[in-house]
C-alpha cells in the first residue's frame, strides 16, 4: 500500500490558535528558579492529563533548566563529545540533542487542542508565528525552513552559514 504525505507550507496556515468562544484565559506561570527536567516533565504530564480531564485549564509556564541534555528520536550517544558532562534525558520528539540550561527561558505550552482546532500542524503553525512574532518585539529576525520544523535565526558574527534554532516541541 502507498501512503501519499500531503505537505502543508506552513506560511498558508492561521498565524493564531484561538481557543472556542467563553473559553477561559491561558494560565501564565512563570518560574523564578531552576526546574529539574524531571520535575518540569511530571508537572507537564499531571496537568495535560488534567486538562484533557477538563479539570485544569490551558497553561503556558516560562522556566529555566539546570544544565542537561533532552535526546530526540534520531539522538546517537557517539554524538556526544562528553556524555557523562551533563544528564541526558531521553524524549519521544523527533530531533537530536539539545541543550537546555541557566539563561536559556523555555516556554512549555500546555493547551487542549479540542477547545481550539484539532490540527497539529496549525497549532505548530501558530506556535512558530508567535515565535516569530515575539522575536521581533525584541528586534529579533525570527524565519522559517520549509524543511524543518522551527524558528531560525541568522547569526552572522558567527559565519556565513550560522543560525540559532528556536522551535516548539513536545516535552523537550
Known amino acids: 500500500m502507498v501512503h501519499h504525505v500531503l505537505k502543508t507550507d506552513r506560511s498558508a496556515l492561521p498565524a493564531t490558535f484561538p481557543p472556542a468562544p467563553g473559553s477561559a484565559p491561558v494560565e501564565w506561570r512563570v518560574s523564578d528558579r531552576l526546574v529539574t527536567y524531571a520535575e518540569a516533565l511530571a508537572k507537564m504530564e499531571a496537568r495535560a492529563a488534567a486538562i484533557a480531564d477538563g479539570k485544569a485549564g490551558e497553561l503556558v509556564w ?97 559565519g556565513r552559514d550560522a543560525e540559532d534554532r528556536s522551535r516548539p516541541s513536545a516535552c523537550g
Open 62 to 158: 516560562l522556566l529555566e533548566h539546570p544544565p542537561l541534555y533532552t535526546a530526540g528520536t534520531s539522538a546517537k550517544a557517539a554524538d556526544l563529545v562528553e556524555p557523562e558532562r551533563l544528564p541526558v534525558f531521553q524524549t519521544g520528539r523527533g530531533g537530536q540533542y539539545t541543550y537546555h540550561g541557566p539563561g536559556q527561558r523555555i516556554a512549555y505550552a500546555m493547551l487542549d487542542l479540542r477547545r481550539r482546532a484539532p490540527d497539529l500542524r496549525a497549532y505548530v503553525a501558530a506556535l512558530e508565528a508567535w515565535l516569530i512574532a515575539t522575536l521581533d518585539r525584541f528586534g529579533v529576525t525570527g524565519e522559517r525552513r520549509e524543511d524543518r520544523v522551527g524558528v531560525w535565526v541568522r547569526r552572522p558574527e558567527r
